[in-house]
């Protein structure tokens, strides 16, 4: 990096000073000279001037350059001083000089002379654009900060600031001495300040000095952007820089989170009480007053103040969020400032003016507005009156009010004061419907809302993919039940005994079965979704506690309010039920009622067949993921799983004895796969959720129909909870013995065999499925499970992939060497002639590879003799047995 010195441009003219003149020319300029090849019609009177560019040392040494020359058809001419170019200032010419190195003192003796310079990344930029040669005051060496417009705060030394200032020129980049609404970024080296506050209000991307020097470094690369989101976000300002904070009033598990959270949001914790502390946090609904009396540069702020800069990714102004005892006189002043009987101070009344305006100042620039109590208006409805559940009310303080919702509650007629006990019944029925609405309309204005609104400040919460996966079919639920509860508000204003309840219900019996299956059938994934962004994300962390908090939430989490759809049907059957129950028989509703209960039934019930359909394709899909190999004709409609069977081999047809086999049961087929011995990395997909890798690898999937006979083996000392299956595959003549060792508790194993006789009966369309299970001693098929754990069967399983190791190794082709000597001998006769020497060489090659790899090791000896007897017996048995 050059010294400022070197870097400074010597026209007599501070960089500091705000340049917003010359700016505003080079903006302009920019907009339709830089780029583009418009003139002027003032231009059309002027003599038309020539435009040349020298190429100064070592750029006339770039082969690239001149390419790139060429092609926008600049003329150019070569030069390695000054002094040699006789005519640098002829009006004739307008000269344009490019230098490689803004570091070399020739670069200092032009802008000395105020001659134009360029980089050489300006002229190839050009040439990949098609565009000509920008017209710029200052020396420009790339374009990677063209258009953007800094503004710097916090910055002590003069010469830092001359140097940083400098190189934003050099990249194109303006430079405002005050923040205005053009201002693009603020390099801020402090988080203190009115242009920090602004640009924290208007959402403008707040970085370190560290962007600048990063970004210059990367002056070569062409089509390098300084703007670039993924480049700018690794030099972003955090929320909590130069900040000192204490927590007080927390538990230990949210004082250790927080602090943590602290840690990684750039700022530093201290215990309560140090003096060196910034910030005090306090949880406002523990702490009633403070154990000491806090220093005058101590903010003493609530929690939402903490969660608030977390969330918008930028520390949040501090005077909205201050902590106040309950009592505290200044409360007490306030109030009475306030209220009627003023006092005629004219002292009182300044302070209140300036009091009030500087709050206006701060609401405004102020991400989080001051908190709204709910409107009035709904704790007069009957809802309300009767509300005995923990439920939130709802809120339209925040967001944009559904337009379900806007209707004002219509029930201002005065109720008898005694009623019969099916007016009783139903005002229940009204007054959760009334909850219910209120609980949908929180989790959309609250959280919902906020989360989809465009321009949030540090972009994004979560992704749109992650949003729809939460929410799912809420405001379509939200909607229906809007008319519902509309319909019941009608019902009880004008109510007689033969009004009609079921018939509201049975009129939307079809939109509750058209929205509710999906957010249903998905909700534990909208559950598992909000855990890992909770965990991932900690903007979202921040989101859920500060409006987790909020009193319209009932201190209910985001995922217990979510489970309220799925709770609401059940209870509406019942208090359809309680009605009947109370109408009386030659009341018309009573049918009607019958005809309700009847309908959420199947809708209760389609939504259990749709959501057992959903999780056994979801289980098919778990199965493709986790097996590597897994046949694509595995998915089908008509297929589902029912049991998953961890086991053992206890045979060597499949894999090898040892080894962990995986055995998933479907209805129709048997899936065998085996454990992997190498696990690949993880996949992560387009929308940034990480799948983890395929830990098992594809056997074999067996069609149920091929198995024969189940074995149920007999429990000995030597063998425990063993089994084997008879089957017989289509290719093969006789049959096969595949023995395995269950290695979990559950399903036990005669649950498992009849499961498996069961499916396998009717597969094959037998109904005496309990006649397909034999029962075994485990000598008679050669099965033991005694050493299967001992250090003399894993030895005897790793020489044996030691071997097969080997084997593949030392071979060059899977062509057999006669069939391959065959082809070469068919090929010598037909060209009638004898082979080559080199095809000899080539047969001699091939027989000495094959008897290398065919020389038994002196440990393996033993083992395939062994496992040649093991099989010979083992058919024989087989074959007895069968």
């Avoid at 959420?600 to 190999?629: C, P, S, W």
């Avoid at 993880?682 to 067996?702: C, E, I, N, Q, W």
Wanted: net charge neutral; hydrophobic share 35%; with cysteine.
């Amino acid at each position: 990096m050059a010294d400022s010195s070197t870097l400074v441009s010597e026209t007599g003219r501070s960089l500091l000073a705000d340049s917003s003149v010359l700016d505003s020319k080079i903006i302009e300029t920019s907009k339709e000279n830089v780029f583009h090849a418009a003139v002027l019609d003032a231009e059309e009177e002027m003599p038309q001037i020539e435009t040349r560019v020298v190429l100064v040392q070592e750029a006339g040494k770039r082969e690239e350059l001149l390419k790139a020359l060429e092609e926008i058809k600049m003329p150019y001419i070569k030069t390695d001083t000054i002094e040699e170019l006789g005519d640098s200032d002829s009006p004739e010419f307008e000269t344009i000089f490019v230098v490689s190195d803004f570091q070399a003192p020739i670069f200092s003796n032009l802008c000395r002379a105020d001659c134009r310079v360029i980089g050489p990344p300006v002229v190839l930029h050009c040439a990949q654009k098609g565009e000509p040669l920008p017209f710029s005051c200052r020396p420009l060496y790339c374009a990677s900060m063209l258009n953007l417009v800094l503004c710097f705060t916090g910055f002590r030394k003069k010469d830092e600031l001359v140097k940083l200032v400098t190189l934003v020129h050099h990249m194109g980049g303006i430079i405002r001495r005050d923040f205005s609404s053009k201002v693009t970024h603020l390099v801020a080296n402090s988080t203190h300040g009115d242009k920090f506050r602004i640009a924290v209000s208007l959402g403008v991307p707040i970085v370190k000095a560290e962007w600048i020097y990063k970004a210059w470094e990367k002056r070569n690369e062409i089509d390098f952007c300084a703007a670039d989101d993924d480049f700018r976000n690794q030099f972003k300002v955090p929320p909590f820089q130069d900040c000192m904070l204490s927590f007080l009033g927390f538990s230990d598990d949210e004082k250790a989170n927080m602090e943590e959270m602290t840690e990684m949001q750039g700022g530093h914790y201290l215990p309560v009480g140090d003096e060196r502390c910034t910030h005090l946090v306090v949880e406002e609904s523990t702490v009633k007053d403070l154990p000491f009396e806090p220093l005058k540069k101590l903010y003493v702020v609530k929690q939402e103040w903490f969660w608030g800069s977390i969330q918008m990714d930028a520390r949040a102004g501090e005077s909205m969020y201050l902590f106040e005892k309950s009592e505290s006189p200044d409360f007490k002043k306030s109030v009475s400032l306030l209220s009627l009987s003023t006092p005629n101070s004219n002292r009182k009344r300044r302070r209140l003016k300036e009091t009030l305006a500087q709050l206006t100042r701060e609401t405004d620039m102020s991400p989080f507005p001051p908190r709204k109590r709910p409107s009035a208006e709904h704790s007069l409805s009957i809802g309300s009156l009767l509300d005995i559940s923990n439920t939130p009310e709802s809120s339209t303080a925040n967001g944009e009010t559904p337009k379900s919702c806007a209707r004002p509650s219509k029930n201002s007629t005065p109720l008898p004061l005694k009623q019969s006990a099916r007016w009783q019944v139903a005002k229940e029925l009204y007054q959760t419907e009334s909850n219910y609405v209120d609980i949908l309309t929180t989790i959309i204005q609250l959280f919902q809302v906020p989360l989809e609104k465009e321009g949030q400040l540090g972009g994004p919460i979560l992704a749109q993919e992650e949003i729809k996966t939460i929410f799912g079919s809420i405001p379509d639920i939200l909607d229906v039940h809007t008319k519902i509860k509309e319909d019941l508000e009608d019902l009880m204003i004008n109510w007689t005994e033969n009004k009609s309840i079921g018939d509201v219900i049975l009129k939307y019996s079809k939109d509750l079965l058209k929205t509710y299956p999906p957010f249903v059938n998905f909700f534990e994934m909208s559950k598992e979704t909000i855990t890992r962004c909770e965990k991932q994300k900690p903007r979202f962390h921040a989101f859920l506690k500060i409006n987790q908090a909020k009193p319209e939430c009932g201190r209910q989490s985001l995922a217990e309010l979510l489970i309220r759809p799925v709770q609401r049907l059940p209870s509406v059957a019942l208090l359809l039920n309680d009605i009947k129950k109370h109408t009386a028989e030659e009341n018309p509703d009573k049918i009607t009622l019958e005809r309700a209960i009847e309908s959420l039934k199947e809708v209760m019930t389609h939504i259990n067949e749709d959501k057992r359909k959903t999780e056994a394709q979801r289980q098919f899909f778990d199965v493709v993921y986790e097996v590597d190999g897994c046949p694509a004709n595995l998915l089908s409609s008509h297929r589902s799983l029912v049991q998953r069977l961890e086991t053992v081999a206890l045979g060597d047809d499949l894999c090898d004895r040892g080894e962990q086999v995986t055995l998933f049961l479907f209805n129709d087929c048997l899936e065998i796969a085996r454990k992997r011995h190498k696990v690949i990395g993880a996949f992560k997909s387009p929308h940034g959720h990480t799948r983890p890798p395929a830990s098992l690898k594809h056997v074999v999937l067996m069609p149920l129909s091929q198995i024969k006979k189940v074995l149920d083996i007999r429990e000995t000392e030597d063998c425990q909870k063993a089994f084997a299956l008879v089957v017989r595959p289509p290719t093969e003549l006789n049959n096969k013995l595949l023995s395995f060792q269950m290695t979990t508790e559950d399903p036990c194993k005669e649950d498992w065999l009849k499961m498996l006789c069961r499916h396998v009966a009717n597969t094959i369309c037998k109904a005496d499925a309990e006649n397909l299970i034999y029962v075994a001693d485990p000598d008679s098929v050669e099965v033991n499970t005694k050493d299967m754990d001992s250090t003399l069967s894993r030895a005897s399983r790793a020489i044996k992939k030691t071997s097969k190791k080997v084997t593949r190794a030392f071979s060059f082709s899977k062509t057999p060497k006669r069939a391959l000597r065959r082809a070469l001998m068919s090929q010598s006769a037909t060209e009638g002639r004898s082979p080559s020497s080199s095809e000899s060489f080539l047969g001699s090659r091939l027989s000495s590879t094959s008897s290398l790899a065919a020389v038994p090791s002196p440990s393996l000896v033993s083992l395939p003799s062994i496992f040649e007897r093991r099989s010979h017996t083992l058919s024989r048995s087989t074959t007895h047995l069968i």
